[in-house]
Every structure is written in structure tokens, then in C-alpha cells.
């Protein structure tokens, strides 16, 4: 059973940035897509990012594009959310996730993360 443990989360002022990791462990995901996602309160989950385990292109939700940057790093097992210019409609519950999509599909789930970005 594959496990995904986020960490990186905090509270921050806007311009600033962030990085997010999340640790897998229990399985192999070298076919799967590792993604990022979020939740604001009173808001519809929403893709961020990702990036197949194997390589290859990256993906970005519309209101994230050329902020963050999605990578992974097989050797840790690990994937990150590179997080600059960040903005008070940033703050969320941040979510890491493996799925066989970009956008949908995702089986296994971290616990999530706070981020909360001020002014």
C-alpha cells in the first residue's frame, strides 16, 4: 500500500515562497502520475500540478502557471511543489497525490498541508 506524506507547509506573506514535499513509501510509482492538488475553504478541490513518476512534461492548473513547479526526484522517492509569488487566493489545503491521469484518477492520497499566505 502506497503512502504519501506531505511536509513544507506554513504560513506566509504574499511575494513570498514555499516549498512542499511529499515522501512516498510502500510501493512503486514509477507509472503513475505524481500530482498536487488543493482545497480553500468553502471552495471545489482544484488541480495544481504534476508530472509523471518516469519524467517527462509537467502540468499546471490555469491560476498556478508560472509560479510553481512540480518535480520529483526518484532516488528520494519524493516529489516537490516549488511555490513563488505567492498570493493570499494561494492559501489552501495541499494535498499530494498518485494517480494513472493529470487531472483525475488519483488513488493514493496524503494528508494534506496548510498553507496560508497574508498580506
Known amino acids: 500500500q502506497v503512502q504519501l506524506v506531505e511536509s513544507g507547509g506554513g504560513l506566509v506573506q504574499a511575494g513570498d515562497s514555499l516549498r512542499l514535499s511529499c515522501a512516498a513509501s510502500?510501493?512503486?510509482?514509477?507509472?503513475?502520475?505524481a500530482g498536487w492538488f488543493r482545497r480553500a475553504p468553502g471552495k471545489e478541490r482544484e488541480f495544481v500540478a504534476a508530472?509523471?513518476?518516469?519524467?517527462?512534461?509537467?502540468y499546471y492548473g490555469n491560476s498556478v502557471k508560472g509560479r510553481f513547479t512540480v518535480s520529483r526526484d526518484n532516488a528520494k522517492n519524493t516529489m516537490y511543489l516549488q511555490m513563488n509569488s505567492l498570493e493570499p487566493e494561494d492559501t489552501a489545503v495541499y494535498y499530494c497525490a498518485a494517480g494513472r491521469l493529470v487531472t483525475s484518477g488519483y488513488t493514493y492520497w496524503g494528508q494534506g498541508t496548510q498553507v496560508t499566505v497574508s498580506l
Open positions: 510502500g510501493g512503486t510509482l514509477s507509472s503513475y502520475f
Open positions: 508530472v509523471h513518476w518516469s519524467g517527462g512534461s509537467t
